[in-house]
C-alpha cells in the first residue's frame, strides 16, 4: 500500500514503455536532462532510469564507466563508499551527485596514495 515503493514498479513499467515509443536518437543520446517527466509521465526517482532517459545510452554508458573506474581504484572500500549511494539512488540520487562524486574521488586519491602526495606538497609551501 506504500505510494512511495509502489512508484518504483510503476517508473520501470513507464520506462519499458518509452523506450518501445522513442525515437533511436532519444534512445542514443537521451530527452535531455530535466526532461525525464515530459518522456515517462512522472519523475524518474531512478539515478539509472533518469541517466537513461535523460542522457540516453551514451550519457549511461559513459556513468556507469566513470562508476567502475572509481570502484576499481576503491577496491573492497567501494562497497563502503559507492554501494549506500547506489541503493539510496533508487529513489533519486541525482541531486546529491555532485557530492557523491566529489567524496568518492577524494576516497580513490586517498587509496591509491595520490591524495597524500597533494598533502605533502601542499604543507611544503
Do not use: W
Not at 519499458?16 to 530527452?31: E, Q
Not at 537513461?52 to 576499481?72: A, K
Not at 541503493?87 to 595520490?114: D, E, R
Amino acid at each position: 500500500n506504500d505510494i512511495s515503493f509502489a512508484s518504483k514498479f510503476h517508473i520501470i513499467s513507464y520506462t519499458l514503455d518509452y523506450i518501445s515509443t522513442a525515437s533511436l536518437t532519444n534512445i542514443f543520446f537521451g530527452v535531455g536532462i530535466g526532461n525525464s517527466i515530459d518522456a515517462i509521465g512522472m519523475g524518474a526517482h531512478n539515478l539509472i532510469v533518469t541517466f537513461f532517459i535523460e542522457s540516453g545510452f551514451f550519457g549511461l554508458t559513459l556513468f556507469l564507466i566513470l562508476l567502475s573506474v572509481n570502484c576499481y581504484y576503491l577496491k573492497s572500500d567501494a562497497f563502503i563508499v559507492v554501494m549506500p549511494f547506489m541503493i539510496a539512488a533508487m529513489s533519486l540520487g541525482t541531486t546529491a551527485l555532485p557530492y557523491f562524486f566529489t567524496f568518492s574521488f577524494l576516497c580513490s586519491l586517498y587509496k591509491t596514495k595520490q591524495f597524500d602526495i597533494i598533502l605533502n606538497s601542499h604543507s611544503s609551501r
